[in-house]
């Protein structure tokens, strides 16, 4: 069937509303966040939107067990900081019994994939993880053929876009072959899932295609109105597919020009950049979904292709090293509400998609520059403070707060602290600059949130939101 493989059926008020969806469509969970929004409510809000995929970072227990008696398909993940650590045989053996054999039971958790690591060949990490990682990859997947899951679980390696390109000489997909430095690695980490019959995922971003480079035809980052790059004969007119068939390519030159592909990432981020924002987002999943919903593929791959959409809910607490953008990539808000109409069928039919239920909030106040201060000397160093703890990527250039006056920057900078210290009134200061109100600031596109009561936000979350901050300040 062409929109649908399934369909599920919930009972809301006496009546039987049929939830369809794009058939293998998944989403990435992440929780790199200040507050997050309780794990059970997350797993509602999924099933309440039909979605029957998640993809994780991680496999948390309080995640895992919210997830359980779901049958969600689930892909855990091994983080990069324990690559090293998989190495040892019988370190992985212990990760695959606490991980996923102990899920395995009627009403456990339904896990499809693991996740061996996440882009670890990033030419950013300077090679830190490519002597692990394939070691790591044969461990897990050994330990879970030994631990007899091995034939519904499968270990995959989840990379980014960079590990394949064309030479500058012929930069069409055809020409695909992986990045010379890696090409040897990646042959045998395919020839290894291939022998276990794992996918490959991998992880791809047009919109990055756009980011920092003005000279990129922006309608190619779409799915209509782009002038065609014609490649032996075929027409692209989108970089999803110009990317996706480089990487067929890639496989193909490696031998394995058959191999099951998944895309572990695909989305468009909202704020943190003159290019993300709703308008946008809206123009891309509008050109994404009816093509994962007629099972289009892409030219050397027509047909069904497994998608995660990413992201899920944004993440205050994510790095920005890559960008502002990074921590907008969610279809839905920080506290679960949809951000703008999607149909998850691919039939555009756009409505919002269902809201997480019962969140809770902190009371409706709000910090604020004062109005009458006179010495504004030290309100750069109490800004730049705010931020370091808090996110102020909004107020960045292109965002969505970008036209706020002096004051009204401060005022935003002051006020995300204070959110993220969870109303401590002694977090609304700054050496008697600011002021508590209960009048909602918000204005035009830039929202002056509230955040959520999180009963499990902790310093920890603090402290990575501080490794993760770039500084980066705006006039006032």
């Known amino acids: 069937m062409n929109f649908s493989k399934w369909v599920l059926s919930l009972g809301l008020l006496g ?75 019988a370190r992985a053996q212990q990760w695959v019994q606490r991980n996923v054999t102990r899920y395995n039971f009627n009403g456990g958790v339904n896990i499809k994939y693991v996740a061996v690591g996440n882009e670890p060949f990033l030419s950013s990490y300077n090679g830190t993880f490519l002597n692990v990682t394939l070691p790591a990859l044969e461990n897990i997947q050994n330990a879970l053929n030994e631990a007899g899951v091995g034939d519904t679980v499968k270990a995959t390696v989840p990379v980014n876009a960079d590990v394949y390109n064309s030479p500058d000489s012929n930069p069409v997909p055809s020409a695909g072959r992986f990045r010379s430095d890696i090409s040897d690695l990646m042959t045998q980490i395919v020839e290894f899932l291939a022998k276990n019959s794992a996918p490959l995922t991998v992880n791809i971003y047009p919109f990055l295609s756009l980011y920092g480079n003005d000279n990129f035809p922006i309608d190619y980052a779409f799915f209509n109105g782009a002038t065609p790059v014609v490649d032996n004969g075929i027409q692209y007119t989108n970089v ?80 920005i090293a890559p960008g502002n953008f990074e921590r907008h990539w969610g279809i839905f808000r920080y506290d679960g509400q949809p951000k703008f109409p999607l149909d998850l069928s691919g039939q555009n039919q756009n409505k919002l998609l269902v809201a997480a239920e019962n969140v809770e909030y902190l009371p409706q106040q709000w910090c604020m520059l004062k ?106």
């Open 240 to 319: 999803f597919d110009a990317n996706f068939d480089t990487l067929v390519s890639a496989l193909k030159a490696a031998g394995h020009g058959d191999m099951t592909l998944i895309v572990g990432e695909v989305g468009w981020p909202t704020d943190g950049d003159k290019n993300a924002n709703i308008a946008n987002a809206v123009r891309f999943y509008n050109g994404l979904m009816p093509r994962l919903g007629t099972n289009k593929g892409t030219p050397l791959r027509p047909g069904y292709i497994e998608v995660y959409l990413f992201g899920l809910i944004d993440e205050d607490a994510k790095s």
């Open 15 to 89: 009546c039987s509303v049929f939830v369809v969806l794009v058939e293998g469509l998944g989403v990435n969970w992440g929780t790199m966040a200040t507050h997050k929004l309780p794990a059970k409510t997350v797993v509602q809000m999924l099933q309440d939107n039909g979605i029957k995929k998640v993809k994780l970072f991680d496999a948390d227990q309080s995640t895992m067990s919210a997830l359980a008696g779901t049958n969600i398909e689930v892909m855990v993940a091994i983080p990069n900081d324990q690559l090293a650590s998989m190495t040892s045989y």
């Open 371 to 476: 109005s009458n201060v006179d010495n504004l000397t030290e309100l750069g160093m109490n800004i730049n403070y705010a931020c370091t703890f808090s996110d102020c990527t909004p107020l960045g250039y292109g965002s969505s707060c970008n036209n706020l006056d002096a004051n009204g920057n401060a005022s935003f900078a002051f006020n995300m602290y204070y959110q993220v210290q969870n109303q401590n009134p002694l977090s609304c200061n700054f050496e008697g600059l600011a002021t508590v109100t209960t009048q909602n600031m918000s204005q035009g596109t830039c929202s002056f949130i509230i955040q959520i009561a999180d009963s499990t936000s902790s310093g920890s979350s603090l402290v990575a939101l501080v490794l993760s901050t770039v500084f980066a300040f705006l006039p006032y």
